[in-house]
């Protein structure tokens, strides 16, 4: 059912989530005039507060996290907010909470930014107070679930009150621009999708560096670690989109269709084929900083670090690598996404003393967002003795071409889209419940095989275990 959703009701609206991201997107969108004019916000959480201590919350976290250019209108937006406190886990406050939303003139979208141990209770008490109609839409944060039954029953949960077209699972990756980039950069140009296969593509790397380490999220992350945290949604969504087919058209079902057969085509990773680590004591540009255990406050055999060598197994992909890298405390924050292409089949410049290097794309997603390709060309020059080349970039840097748009938050174009009812940029069951099957069975191997993670000095790119299960291919990490 289409509409623009006129309330849109905040589960977990004091956490950490909702003041770092939620309603500093939902500010900078009603800055921006993208928010419905009649768009009423209803925050709820355990924490008593009334509706004008929840407004000073609210302007507290904008003022903190929102730059004062983007919230302009700050007054106005505040005024679209109520709250309503309510334990998710008991059907008390559930009817308040509706007779705080009112009745909508066109339908309501309901986010979930609360622990997924609470998705249950939480629908169940929606049911009760009748927040569940076909007008109703419902948005679920990660992580859904620790593993495939988890996930299954989080999703069986969700699908006894709200059906696949109303349920919005997000990864926030996909709202990130350089991320829906990539498909303007594969469908949009003649130029690299007849060359997107086997034929022409030596490997591809993925790399997601954070130099942040447990930002108080202790509990959670030491019982997910690298592999679930990041790995399990994030990369195996950019690798899905790295090598999907050309979806028919840009839509939902065309996306998700075309990329839960590259989920499904992984190849079960073989023993071997993965490095864990775990971060030491460091330092990161000059600062030193403790090690996982220490700022754990015990020993843990949680990986902070996880390299992966993948296939997909698929007549496009056949014999075509994908190294999957992610770790916390590395030297830079930066993700990226390198299609390195095959040398030319025949080099005429041979008997010339030129030596070649295979073209390579660099898509840049963050900290910079840019295309960066390398070609080949000639040094200028009489080179009487042969004939030099090198190989030189074609670079685009996103905020020079399109300069004066704004770098949004990947939470704003999400949350327009939950309200607008466009699921292009969610992910489907069926995606996610493949994820979790792959990543199911590389911990079911880990744990067959007894392996703890390397150490590894904060500030560094990883053990040097994560170096040679590229090197042994003869592939370089790309720095
Ligand atoms: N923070 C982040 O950067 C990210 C978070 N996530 C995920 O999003 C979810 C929320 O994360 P985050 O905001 O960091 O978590 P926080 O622990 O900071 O916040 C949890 C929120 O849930 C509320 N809450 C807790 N228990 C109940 C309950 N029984 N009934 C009603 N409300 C309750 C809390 O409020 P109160 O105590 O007042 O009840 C609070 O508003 C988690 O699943 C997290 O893993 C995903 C990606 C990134
Ligand atoms: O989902 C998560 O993502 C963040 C990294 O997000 P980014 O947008 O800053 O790249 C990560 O730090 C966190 O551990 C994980 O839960």
Known sequence: MSFTADRLVLFGATGDLAQRMLLPSLCALDHDDLLAPDLKIVGTARSDLSDAEFRDFARAALEKFLPANRRGGMAEFLNRLSYQPLDAT??????????????????????LSTAPSLFEPTIRGLQHAGLDGPHVRMCLEKPLGVDLETSRE????????????????????????????????????????????????????????????????????????????????HMLQLLALVAMEPPGNFNATSVRDEKVKVLRALRRVAEGETV??????????????????????????????????AHVDNWRWKGVPFYMRTGKRLPERVTEIVVQFRC????????????????????????????????????????????????????????????????????????????????TLFVRRDEVEAQWEWIDAIRAGWAEQGLTPRPYSAGTWGPSAAIALAERDGVTWHE
């Open 276 to 309: 864990t680590g775990q971060y030491r004591a460091g330092a990161i540009q000059s600062k030193a900083v403790p090690g996982y255990d220490e700022e754990l406050g015990k020993d843990s055999d949680t990986e902070t670090y996880v390299a992966i060598k």
């Open 154 to 233: 989080i999703n069986d949960a969700v699908a006894a009150a709200f059906p696949e077209e109303r349920i919005f699972r997000i990864d926030h990756y996909l709202g990130k621009e350089t991320v829906q980039n990539l498909l303007a950069l594969r469908f949009a140009n003649i130029l690299f999708e007849p060359l997107w296969n086997a034929s022409h593509i030596d490997h591809v790397q993925i790399t997601v560096a954070e130099t942040v380490g447990l930002e108080g999220r202790v509990a959670f992350y030491d019982d997910a670690g690298a592999l679930r945290d990041m790995v399990q949604n």
């Open 344 to 423: 030319v089949p025949h080099s005429i410049f041979e008997d010339k003393g030129a030596r070649m290097q295979p073209n390579r794309l660099v898509i840049g997603i963050q900290p910079e967002e840019n295309v960066h390709l390398s070609l080949m060309a000639k040094v200028p020059g009489l080179d009487r003795e042969g004939i030099r080349l090198r190989s030189v970039p074609l670079d685009i840097s996103m905020p020079d071409a399109f300069s004066g748009a704004v770098r949004r938050i990947a939470y704003e174009r999400l949350l327009l889209d939950l309200m607008e009812g466009d699921q």
């Open 90 to 111: 008991t059907l008390e406050g559930y009817e308040e909470l509706a007779a705080k939303v009112g009745e909508p003139e066109r339908g309501i979208a309901i986010f």
